[in-house]
């Protein structure tokens, strides 16, 4: 088992503690963390609040990615949740009563779970293949959140609902407990239960699991109800956060930001083994990462290029090609080329 | 099933005559119902608002949508493949971007626009070298081609940037009218691509290897087809039409702009899936994408003459995109229990 | 005497040079000696048939003639000069083409351009389609198809579509015509005409190559016959020298038998005055089983032999409800039942070990003990988790009484050998405490010693009123552990017989013979 640890996550760690150390020699305050109020401040801590809506949004991408599936829709998803939420507190009376803030948090809920079982049905019982699937909501979401807000950008101004995500509670952020909880719940269910090893078995060998008799239908549609619960409970982190529902901004790309977290962390894209503490891992690289690069003063519009190089040498060294070229250079020997693609089997017959 | 089998000559009667073109053609329902909904649009519009169908309005409709035309066209070849390219949208942001910036900077036109196409090239070829020797899904590598250019385009600039040169402006502010009807040289632009594309996808074997990969990748290396180069290049020719676009896009607003085509792929996509293509690639035609962005255009004009919230647009086109796939899938479902 | 009399082959070998000839070919995988210096010869107008078990090498030496794989050793001679092929295109070029089992043309384009791809002919530019169609149209009208090339490909029967693929093969000018299990989808009409066309290319010199276990119908297209076995050649012959008995023999192989320590277990007595455990009445599916009856009583090992393609697992997993059966309808204790999926199967204490261990067995990135215990848990459900003491409980008793080496538990199943995963399969239907359990070649490819353990492994079970179906390419075993067995030939049941006094010459001779007198 320890091995295993060894193997999975000692990169994924070794990667954020090289971000941490080299923020830290440029920077010495990276790792100053100071006290005011009962409250803990800095760098470090900011990392921690901020990646909240990522965070949740890997964790429902590390559960569906699994199952061989992928949730595209999940920003859409967020907006929505905003949408929903701020228009309840707007249009209600007592935008400060935490009764509303209460209503229109369960209610926004409500409606990212429905989108999630929307996608979980497409793709578990119409057996539409995953990718398209959740094109569909990732396409339509924003213009049903647009629609919720009116065109406008909603915002509002509610102290219950701020202190979600700016809130403090026992010296740490809100946000920050908000997702330390929601982890170790999917941690839980998932290895406590039977759910993560079924889940396993589903995405490493859908046949097999069949004929075993795992019912892979309703672990699927599962994973799909969960991601899209998490990007609700994101999307009121992220609306609570700016204080507004802005339907096009929210969650932008924060897809692609999931999945490379996910792959970051170790699980495989093609399904099968997962693992949350990885995500998890993957997550505060990529956080810490979008800081470095906040604080060499490049704007922030220009950040996804730095990603864009991240995630090509992720998935170059994750390719066979990679591994095959660094064997046939070991040994001279190279039989699985382009052309064996038909060659599967070795002694079928 | 087996009444079909080998027909030997078309005998006259209608049901022989309709067999045989089943058998030939039946790839091309999905284009006739996207044609079919395209019409009962126009009609259904021009029932309810009266001034709809005018040469004014129709001929607004290419002009608006020029350069989603283009972006179609490349589409297509990628989802041909059964490949997706999801950076389209944001590689004609930076070339559009780039573009005006040259010109800005006084480059002169003819070293711009060269640019802008070898921009929206290189990022295409990066995508494709990914997808092909690295085996990186085309979503995920096209993913990174959409990080990649919509960070760059901030590079380019942070923010937009007029662009004053006449021969750019020239592409969009020249009217060709023929009675109320008008055409600008994006316009043409637009369709000689399509024209292009249709060429090229019939009557050439770059263009018949592009379906036979969607047919079946294994099958058409094993018929000694070159897949490898074929498929890097479709993703090189989505590319050159996002830069193509991002120059259409340029001239049609003035000014190249970094925040352009947020979702612009999705819509991309949605018109050529509306327009026939199947998403597992090997069926579909240019043209229907052609139909599929004048269906997207006709449903932005009618929103807006309904003075509705043009966010319905999106609505509906992710809905029609799910019906399309939904309708796709049963059909291929059905094919194949009939050949088992 | 059952070959053909229309055309007679054009050559007679010996005084020709082979058109492709192949000497000492050797092909190594890791860990696995595929080909073992073999040799083969092609002549020109002649169908050659190649025939061999699983694992026999057939496939193998296709694709070293193909270029699909490089050979370790060994030369290959096409039309008298030395080739070396880096691939297909290379073999191609050299006139070797290949109907594959799937077809592997492109079902979205049309008839004519499927023949005619690559080699279009051109005008102004562009592809000239009616020149393109015209062609197909002649080279289809040579082999006597009359085809609609301007139809899709996909409009038309697996059987069109392999003429197709084989008249672009003529586009390509083809001297050898390799056709890998053609007649696998096809119905009788169909090889008809497919043989047809086989015999007009013969007439035109072609040297056609053909791979196939149907046993009949290679005794009537071919004129010679390689037998592999396990990698190596065991001969060539001319087809009306060999009685197929001596034939089926060949590929079999009398195995020194080391394991007959089991002792009358086939001689058991059964009670069959109860109703049986299963009993499946007219259960088929089209295109792979012709409809069959099969019935198991309790603590019977039934036993079901027949060649490669017989359609021994094509029955089990409609028993199973892995497939959808056609026809027919099942009884379990005298209840009729609907078996449409596993999971229903399982709920009526069935169990499925499939043979084919890596891709519907194995989950190969988990743990033996999650594997052990993957089935109850499924049945159990996701929420309620075996606990841990359980659990280790459950998995160790398997693990000791099957003998899994090493008796790891949190070792990753897809590291061990084939024997043990087995096992460990074997442990994870036994720990769901099955009424039938049925087992697809589980011996294939394992080892001696754990071969014997799984045999003695079933007998102990049966005894103990365990009903199992058990399927084997290996007629010893068969009639080793079973009281009865079942044949079956080209996809449907042909006898049943007592395993009691049956020798394995008698079994042999069944399957090559039974239903067409003896062969001479």
């Known amino acids: 088992m320890k091995k295993l640890a060894r193997h999975r996550l000692f990169w994924p760690i070794v990667a954020l503690l090289t971000l941490i150390v080299v923020n830290t020699i440029v920077r010495p305050s990276f790792i100053s963390i100071t006290v005011k109020d009962g409250q803990l401040y800095g760098v470090l801590i900011d990392i921690l609040r901020t990646s909240a809506p990522l965070m949740l949004v890997a964790l429902g991408m590390t559960i569906v990615i699994a199952t061989r599936g992928i949730d595209l829709s999940v920003g859409a998803i967020m907006a929505v949740s905003g949408a929903v939420a701020l228009t309840i507190i707007d249009a209600s009376g007592d935008p400060e009563s935490i009764a509303t803030v209460f209503v229109a948090v369960i209610a926004a809920l409500c409606v990212s779970l429905v989108l999630g079982a929307w996608n979980g049905f497409l793709v578990s019982v119409v057996g539409i293949q995953p990718i398209i699937a959740t094109l569909v909501l990732m396409l339509a979401g924003r213009g049903v959140a647009l629609l919720i807000t009116d065109g406008f950008i909603t915002t509002v101004n509610s102290a219950p609902y701020s202190f979600i995500a700016t809130g403090y509670l026992l010296f740490l952020p809100v946000a920050f407990l908000i997702w330390v909880a929601a982890t170790a719940v999917v941690s839980l269910i998932e290895r406590r239960t039977a759910l993560g090893v079924l889940t396993e078995a589903v995405g490493i060998n859908p046949e097999a699991s069949r004929l075993a008799g795992v019912r892979a239908r309703g672990i699927i549609f599962g994973a799909y109800v969960t991601s899209g619960l998490l990007a609700g409970i994101a999307g009121v982190l992220y609306s609570s956060n700016i204080r507004a529902a802005d339907a096009n901004a929210s969650g932008q790309f924060i897809e692609l930001y999931a999945i490379l977290a996910v792959v970051l962390g170790g699980t495989s894209l093609m399904g099968g083994k997962f693992t949350i503490a990885g995500t998890v891992v993957g997550v505060l690289i990529i956080q810490t990462l979008d800081k470095t690069i906040l604080f060499l003063g490049v704007p922030p519009a220009q950040s996804p290029v730095f990603f864009a190089i991240v995630v090509i040498v992720v998935v170059i060294m994750q390719s066979p090609r990679l591994h095959r070229w660094i064997r046939g250079a070991a040994s001279s020997r190279s039989r699985r080329d382009s052309d064996t693609t038909i060659t599967k089997e070795v002694a079928s017959r | 099933m087996t009444s079909l089998q080998t027909p030997v000559r078309e005998t006259g009667t209608l049901g022989a005559r309709y067999g045989t073109f089943m058998n030939r053609r039946a790839s091309l329902m999905p284009t006739f119902a996207a044609i079919a909904i395209l019409i009962i649009l126009l009609i259904g519009a021009q029932l309810r608002f009266g001034n709809f169908l005018t040469p004014g309005n129709l001929s607004a409709l290419l002009l608006d949508n020029a350069y989603l035309i283009v972006l179609a066209v490349g589409m297509t070849f990628v989802i041909l493949t059964g490949g997706i390219d999801l950076s389209v949208g944001s590689v004609m942001a930076f070339t559009g971007i780039l573009g005006a910036s040259l010109l800005s900077q006084g480059i002169p036109v003819y070293i711009a626009i060269p640019a802008m196409l070898l921009g929206g090239a290189l990022i295409g070829l990066l995508i494709g070298v990914l997808v092909q020797y690295f085996n990186v899904q085309p979503f995920i590598a096209s993913l990174a081609g959409l990080f990649l250019a919509r960070g760059l385009a901030f590079v380019v600039s942070l923010a937009s940037i007029k662009v004053e040169d006449p021969a750019v402006l020239w592409l969009q502010r020249t009217r060709i009218s023929f009675g109320g009807w008008y055409i600008t040289p994006t316009v043409i632009i637009a369709l000689v691509t399509v024209a292009v594309a249709v060429f090229v996808l019939h009557w050439t074997r770059f263009g018949r290897t592009v379906y036979a990969i969607g047919g079946g990748e294994q099958s058409a290396h094993l018929m000694g087809l070159n897949v490898a180069r074929t498929k890097v290049a479709v993703y090189v020719i989505s590319g050159v039409c996002g830069g193509l676009a991002g120059l259409l896009l340029t001239a049609y607003s003035g000014a190249g702009y970094p925040r352009n085509g947020i979702g612009t792929e999705l819509d991309a996509i949605a018109a050529v899936v509306i327009g026939g293509t199947l998403l597992t690639g090997g069926t579909g035609y240019v043209l229907g994408s052609l139909v599929g962005v004048l269906v997207y255009g006709t449903i932005k004009k009618i929103i807006s003459f309904m003075g509705a919230e043009q966010s319905w647009t999106q609505i509906i086109i992710g809905i029609l995109l799910l019906l399309f796939i939904v309708v796709q899938r049963v059909i291929v479902a059905r094919s194949i229990r009939r050949r088992t | ?434 009424e039938l359990i049925i087992l697809d070649e589980p011996t294939r490819g394992i080892d001696v010693g754990a071969k014997a353990d799984i045999q003695r492994k079933v007998a102990e079970l049966s005894e103990n009123g365990l009903s199992v179906i058990f399927i084997s390419s290996e007629l010893e075993e068969v009639l080793r552990i079973a009281q009865r067995v079942v044949v079956m030939r080209d996809r449907r049941t042909i006898g049943e017989l007592a395993s009691q006094y049956l020798g394995i010459d008698d079994l042999i001779d069944y399957i090559a013979n039974k239903g067409e007198g003896s062969a001479a």
């Open chain 3, 1 to 434: 005497m059952s070959t053909d009399t229309a055309v007679s082959p054009v050559v007679s070998a010996e005084s020709v040079a082979p058109v492709v000839e192949m000497t000492g070919i050797t092909i190594r995988f890791p860990g696995v000696l595929a080909l073992d210096h073999v040799d083969f010869a092609l002549y020109a107008g002649e169908v050659h048939a190649l025939i061999g078990e699983n694992g026999a090498g057939k496939s193998t030496l296709i694709k070293a003639l193909t270029g699909v794989y490089p050979i370790d050793a060994g030369t290959i001679t096409v039309g008298g000069s030395g080739r070396v092929f880096d691939g297909t295109a290379a073999a191609q070029s050299a006139g070797i083409s290949t109907v594959y089992q799937e077809i592997n043309l492109c079902a979205n384009l049309s008839v004519g351009e499927n023949v005619m791809l690559g080699h279009e002919p051109r005008r102004g530019g562009g592809i000239d389609w009616k020149a393109t169609h015209r062609e197909a149209a002649t080279h289809l009208e040579s082999l006597g198809q009359r085809i609609d090339t301007r139809s899709t490909l996909a409009s038309h029967s697996i059987a069109i579509q392999q003429l197709v693929a084989i008249a672009r093969a003529m586009v390509l000018d083809a001297k050898v015509l390799i056709l890998d299990e053609p007649t696998s989808s096809l119905d009788r009409d169909e090889v008809e005409r497919l043989f047809r066309v086989v015999r007009e290319l013969r007439s035109h010199g072609v040297a056609i190559l053909f791979v196939s276990h149907f046993l009949d119908q290679i005794y009537e297209i071919s004129d010679r016959v390689t037998v592999l076995r396990n990698g190596a050649l065991v001969g060539e012959y001319l087809i009306e020298d060999l009685p197929r008995a001596q034939l089926v023999t060949k590929m079999i192989g009398r195995e020194l038998d080391e394991l007959t320590a089991l002792s009358s277990v086939s001689s058991r007595a059964i009670d069959r005055q109860k109703a049986p455990v299963l009993r499946a009445t007219g259960v088929g599916r089209r295109g792979q089983l012709e409809p069959a009856d099969v019935s198991v009583y309790e603590g019977e090992v039934l036993g079901i032999a027949g060649l490669l393609g017989s359609g021994r697992t094509e029955l089990v997993r409609l028993l199973y409800g892995a497939d959808r059966a056609d026809s027919g309808h099942i009884e379990l204790d005298g209840a009729a039942v609907r078996l449409r999926s596993p999971r229903q199967a399982i709920e009526h204490r069935i169990a499925f070990s499939s043979e084919n261990r890596r891709a519907e067995g194995i989950i190969a990135d988990l743990t033996v003990a999650e594997n052990i215990v993957l089935g109850v848990q499924a049945k159990r459900g996701a929420l309620r988790r075996l606990r841990r003491t359980e659990q280790d409980a459950l998995v160790a008793e398997y693990i000791e009484a099957l003998g899994v080496r090493p008796a790891n538990p949190h070792m990753l199943a897809g590291n061990l050998s084939g024997g043990n995963q087995q096992k460990v399969l074997l442990g994870r239907w036994l720990a769901m405490a099955p």
